[in-house]
């Protein structure tokens, strides 16, 4: 058995990229990283890295969003040959035994359901706040998983063949929950996997009074626009659109409360909004 590792770069930082591609325990690995970095000199360390490392990079020249470098990397894998293919973020550092125990817990659902299910792995903050959430058990530390997080997630070649790739015109945001919900939608069960760690790092804009993280203003574009393209769609949870769109309403308050760069957040939002009522996808400049 050929495990593809998929790796999503932009303007990484390289020494924790070294620890992602070496983390893993196993044989039969090989790793693919597709690079969307943007700064010359990210892009050419990345490079540097993966030839160091023997790992395939495969570079997107440019930002192409996470599900277009997601989908190319996959094609690789499966071109190569792999029969599973596992997904990464670039913040996401694997426990060393994380691949081991997904296919452990895998090989226990197959023998119970009698089909092959997507596994994920459980994100853990480096303070050691638990990320997943949980939802009814199946086996013993293995529950149901509804909202899917492509990063520690393993996906079999025959799953790709009936779901097919992620939805590229998304660029990001919602990309890995719409493939788990239509995934779902097509009887293809999803499970997490407690004691297969994932260490996530958080980003650096958190707001502590909610707990809450922010990104780049821009983001509330992709965030407002993909959701309400979620909301519109069948097979998509009828529990995440009613709370999404409560969010929706409350989160302006929120960014003016709360975020910084409260005028061009607001704007985005707005264009977020706009920009589904016209049906753009894709990048933002495109």
Known sequence: MLTGIVIVTYNSDIERLGLILTSLEGHGLKYFVSDNSTDFEKKSAIQNICNTLNASFIDMYGNVGIAKAQNEGILLALREGCDDVLLLDDDSLPSSDMLKKLLDARNLLVHKTGTIPVVCANAIAENGQTLSYFQKPVIDGIFAYRDMISSGTLINKSI???????????????????????????????????????????????????????????????????????????????????????????????????????????????????????????????
């Open 160 to 286: 790709f063949d009936l779901v097919g790739l992620h939805e590229e015109k998304l660029f990001i945001d919602c990309v890995d929950y719409e493939w788990g919900w239509r995934a779902a939608s097509l009887g293809v069960n999803i499970f997490i996997v407690k004691n297969a760690v994932l260490n996530h790092r958080l980003g650096n804009g958190r707001v502590k009074a909610i707990n809450a993280g922010y990104g780049a203003p821009i983001r509330h574009y992709y965030q407002y626009r993909n959701i309400l393209y979620m909301m519109s769609r069948h097979y998509v949870p009828l529990a995440w659109r009613v709370s999404q769109f409560f969010k929706l309403l409350i989160k302006p308050i929120v960014i003016i409360v709360f975020f910084d760069k409260k005028i061009t957040r607001l704007k985005y939002v707005f264009k977020g909004i706009t920009g589904f009522i016209r049906k753009e996808y894709g990048n933002i400049v495109s």
